[in-house]
């Protein structure tokens, strides 16, 4: 350990010898030490023009370390080669970390413009990491001789982690095609940045503007007043507006009365990336969709599928094409009755025509109505934000311990929007910060997600906790009007707390497994076992509370979620396996020719069967999941954790939801452990069994 320190002083010498003077280093925020409470990021010292220079120094500074590795006497051994790659580029992570976190969560027109320069010069400098040769052959020799190492389980998986690492990423590849795959990743980057930047446009770009009283009929009242919020900060004072932002259009798809008016938001949403303009993404997906073919075959598989599936449980795109098509199966047939339910609806009221998608919100909130005498306006005035945010807090006290305490000084956050907690352990111990950004804005990506600005790993006796941020969309607070929530919006917490959770437990020693650092089909688990909890009653009594009167949801509106637990779940069930089998279809592509991106998308959906009347969850020119967030065949992931997650909550229910128990075992066996053995080997160590795919299906009424 004491090498380390003595190098990393040497390296800081050296970058400030380099640098025109040492104010390069102490005038950046981003590569100064972080005075600052808990070493969070001093953001409010952070500005746009600080990210390229720091860049440049941090990657300077880890070619050095690197260098050092590589030029290293001594025979290759675990501590020398794998745990000083593992630890090196510390001020590097720290740039890439705040840039990461504010070009999805807060992209203002600064950070765009160098998103292009930034994301290009960190990709040519992964490539000349991970095509080092000779940083390699030192990786290879601790690999190749592991068996006389005497490693224990997390030290054996951070070795294969990384040796497999440099392997998928070319490095035995032979000069002339490493210099093939660095322009193609060079240039993946640069289309996946560009995808990014037009999606964002494009969905800030449309307003469905209404200015006359009568066209909010249906519409519920919070809805009508955020609208008229959203014109004011517009300059349109008198007139209400409507974006295709989700807390906006799906509000406005499920109430208005006007079919034309859903229809323009609907298609609006849809289309984007898909206009034929400076912002169209069809070129841009047809490129990349060819570049990774090449990319798949330079690196000896026969589809960019089967290559990323080598480093995932699933394995083989048969794998999960077995799994897909029995769920396609079973929730088409429902989706198909729901359809027909709705449609005489639509014949009752004498509507003459016949149902669009576009009309699918508007006739299912009417069909809960009839069936279930559930309208979901009911539930809201009990789904106030900061009760909701206590639920959570509840639940991960009463299985884990935890305490969440609200630091309300001065402190340091990405956004002046965000919310900051201190998370600690049952006994008090310091766990980790959490921020909590909810509502949308115009430079924040859509979705919602949880990332990190420091990851938990231990060096020299500490333990360095976590920096966790979560991000959701939710509709902006009108004046001083509470914020409730949908019960999707509810879900959606809840998913990511169990995002935020396997980060803030992470027990590991080394970074490159630490927290969410597993495989992307496992990842999902902890965040999709969490929506588990969102309507048990025994937690809902804590959370679900009139936000005017303070009363406990009645008993009466509990059953009423119990009972339409299943509805509309044909309908959520193929949209999002519609988009998961589009995802497979790009990516098992053997060969490539230019394509038509829409006649490509349309035939193949048609082809699997997909009634018009539903549309893929994302279609192709917005499916950011695949071309820039790192799910590229793998958004199947989702109903692959889905199997492992019903499963799982089975234990809960077994022993009661609340089982101290069975949520250390979680927690031991899942949470802290990330990536530092086998996925499966620690599921079985929880449940005592690999997991079966009824609980899955039963829980979605496809049974």
Not at 232 to 252: A, Q, Y
Not at 525 to 537: F, R, Y
């Amino acid at each position: 350990m004491k090498t380390l320190n003595l190098l990393f002083i040497v390296v800081s010498m050296v970058i400030l010898t380099n640098c025109k003077t040492g104010s390069d280093i102490r005038d950046n925020p981003l590569l100064a030490d972080y005075l600052t409470p808990y070493e969070v990021p001093p953001f409010e010292l952070i500005k746009p023009q600080h990210f390229l220079p720091a860049l440049d120094i941090a990657i300077k500074e880890h070619l050095i370390e690197i260098d050092s590795i590589v030029n290293n006497k001594e025979t290759p051994s675990f501590e020398n080669t794998l745990v000083a790659f593992d630890r090196s580029g510390r001020r590097l992570k720290n740039v890439l970390s705040v840039f990461g976190g504010l070009k999805s969560a807060d992209a203002t027109e600064e950070i765009q413009e160098i998103a292009p320069d930034f994301e290009m010069k960190f990709s040519e400098h992964n490539d000349n990491i991970y095509l080092n040769t000779d940083l390699f052959k030192k990786i290879e020799a601790v690999y190749m001789g592991k068996d006389s190492l005497n490693l224990n389980t997390e030290q054996n998986s951070l070795l294969t982690y990384y040796y497999k690492r440099f392997i998928r990423n070319g490095v035995n590849l032979p000069d002339d095609k490493k210099i093939e795959l660095r322009e193609i990743n060079q240039r993946l980057t640069e289309l996946s940045n560009q995808f990014d930047q037009n999606l964002l446009a494009e969905t800030n770009d449309y307003k469905l503007v209404l200015d006359k009283e009568s066209q909010l009929e249906g519409l519920p009242e919070d809805v009508v007043n955020t609208s008229a919020e959203t014109a004011r900060e517009m300059d349109l004072e008198g007139k209400w507006v409507f974006t295709t932002h989700k807390p906006s259009m799906i509000p406005f798809l499920q109430y208005s009365k006007f079919r034309d008016l859903r229809k323009k938001l609907y298609d609006a949403y849809c289309n984007r990336g898909n206009n034929d303009n400076v912002f169209d993404n069809k070129v841009i997906i047809a490129e990349m969709a060819g570049l990774r073919v090449k990319k798949a075959h330079l690196l000896g598989f026969d589809t960019y599928a089967a290559y990323e599936l080598d480093n995932r449980m699933a394995q083989t795109p048969e794998n999960v094409y077995k799994l897909l098509n029995r769920v396609w199966q079973a929730a088409l047939l429902v989706a198909k009755q729901e359809r027909e339910e709705m449609q005489e609806i639509v014949d009752g009221e004498g509507g003459d025509f016949q149902l669009a998608s576009s009309d699918w919100w508007y006739y299912a909130e009417k069909l809960r109505n009839k069936k279930y005498n559930f309208d979901e306006n009911e539930l809201r005035p009990y789904l106030e934000l900061n009760n909701v945010r206590d639920g959570v807090f509840t639940l991960c006290k009463k299985l884990y311990g935890l305490t969440f305490l609200k630091i309300e000084n001065d402190f340091p956050k990405p956004h002046p929007d965000a919310e900051v907690f201190e998370v600690k352990d049952y006994d008090g111990s310091h766990l980790g910060i959490l921020y909590l950004d909810y509502f949308t804005r115009t430079s924040k990506s859509q979705g919602a997600w949880c990332g990190t600005y420091r990851e938990q790993y231990k060096i020299n006796d500490t333990d360095v906790r976590p920096v966790v941020t979560i991000v959701c969309n939710y509709a902006n607070p009108v004046g001083d009007a509470p914020v409730l929530l949908t019960l999707d919006d509810v879900l959606t917490l809840f998913h990511e707390f169990g995002h935020g959770l396997h980060q803030l437990l992470s027990d590991v020693t080394y970074e490159g497994i630490s927290g969410t650092d597993v495989k992307r089909d496992f990842v999902e688990l902890p965040s999709q076992i969490m929506e588990n909890w969102a309507t048990e009653p025994e937690l809902m009594k804590y959370y679900a509370r009139h936000y005017l009167t303070n009363e406990p949801i009645p008993g009466d509106l509990i059953n009423k979620i119990y009972t339409a637990r299943y509805f509309n779940q044909g309908f959520a069930t193929v949209e999002y396996v519609a988009a998961s089998l589009l995802d497979m279809e790009y990516h098992e592509l053997d060969s490539f020719t230019d394509m038509d991106i829409e006649s490509f998308e349309s035939n193949y959906l048609e082809s699997i069967g997909l009634i018009p009347e539903i549309i893929s969850r994302y279609r192709s020119t917005y499916f950011k999941h695949i071309w820039s967030s790192g799910y590229q065949a793998g958004y199947y992931s989702y109903i692959w954790a889905e199997v492992l997650d019903k499963d799982a909550f089975e234990a809960f229910r077994e022993k009661g939801i609340f089982d101290m128990e069975t949520a250390k075992a979680f927690r031991i066996n899942i949470l802290e452990k990330g990536g530092s053995d086998e996925p499966m080997k620690l599921y079985i160590q929880f449940r005592g069994q690999e997991p079966e795919i009824e609980p899955l299906l039963k829980s979605r009424g496809l049974l």
